[in-house]
């Protein structure tokens, strides 16, 4: 809270001015800032279409301010140590903090650290209205590492959807151990089809539907630091054959601080292999 921080206008006079920072979210990994500015200041039209292979322009500035662009396509890789699941990535050279734009001029999203990764345009605009209204950007700890089914190659996909009859949800790649999802026999390899009733066929889907619920629990008197329960669709995959259907009460708690994750390496999942756990 104390770092100072100054922006850059970008005018004809290279004017530059302090900037507050009222929060840094360790779990979206962005930074909510105050500039004041007599300018009027023109803003840029957002979409929350997300079509995997699309052709992106990444925007940036070099150490001149100079604007750069790369030309890259949206594309999805499972989140390492660093990334998170909701994270989608450009596949050209990392950017931090600029545009993610479509050959209309629609912003996508907002180039992230580290490495190609992006932060759906949804995701941030959600954040900035919860900054609003709450202060805080609450968030569920879940307690599972995912990966969209929609998002593999075609290949994977139809593999999937042969030996499962399954071709969208959420693939459980990792859970946390001591979490409430593995005291409930989640494991690498389940599916997760919807939560409170409604589908979710990607990562972003599901971050912002997280938000979302964690938006009305705060209207409804709700605060950081309770915890509230979630129904969870759960197909369990057993030796590569699509098992029973279950609906999991999952008893979470609102957090606005990032999820500490335990990996456990008796449990893993590839799925490009398709093995699952015994």
């Not at 500035?61 to 989140?79: K, Q, S, W």
């Not at 990792?174 to 990607?202: F, M």
Request: glycine share 8%; proline share 5%.
């Amino acid at each position: 809270p104390d770092a100072e921080i100054i922006a850059h206008l970008l005018d004809e006079d290279e004017t530059t001015v302090p900037a507050i920072l009222f929060r840094y979210d360790k779990h979206i990994n962005i930074a909510v800032l105050k500039v004041n500015l007599d300018l009027c200041a023109k803003i840029p039209r957002f979409s929350s279409d997300i079509n995997y292979g699309q052709e992106i322009l990444v925007l940036g500035r070099d150490e001149r301010l100079n604007m750069t662009i790369a030309h890259g396509c949206v594309n999805f890789m499972g989140p390492t140590t660093y990334e998170r699941h909701h994270y989608l990535f450009t596949g050209c050279e990392p950017s931090i903090g600029g545009m993610v734009i479509d050959f209309d001029g629609h912003v996508l999203g907002m180039a992230n650290f580290p490495g190609t990764a992006y932060i759906p345009s949804s995701i941030v605009l959600k954040c900035l209205d919860m900054w609003k209204k709450f202060q805080c950007i609450p968030r569920l700890h879940i307690g599972m590492k995912l990966s969209p089914i929609k998002f593999l190659d075609p290949i994977h996909v139809e593999r999937i959807f042969r030996k499962c009859n399954i071709d969208s949800g959420l693939i459980v790649k990792e859970v946390s151990h001591g979490s409430i999802a593995e005291e409930l026999g989640v494991r690498p390899g389940d599916v997760v089809d919807s939560v409170n009733g409604e589908c979710v066929a990607t990562t972003v889907e599901l971050e912002n539907l997280i938000m979302r619920i964690c938006e009305n629990h705060l209207d409804q008197g709700g605060a950081i630091g309770s915890c509230m329960d979630i129904l969870v669709g759960i197909l369990h995959m057993r030796k590569g054959r699509k098992g029973p259907r279950h609906t999991l009460s999952l008893r979470l708690n609102v957090s606005d601080d990032v999820e500490v994750f335990i990996s456990d390496c008796a449990w893993s999942f590839d799925d490009r292999i398709l093995t699952f756990p015994p």
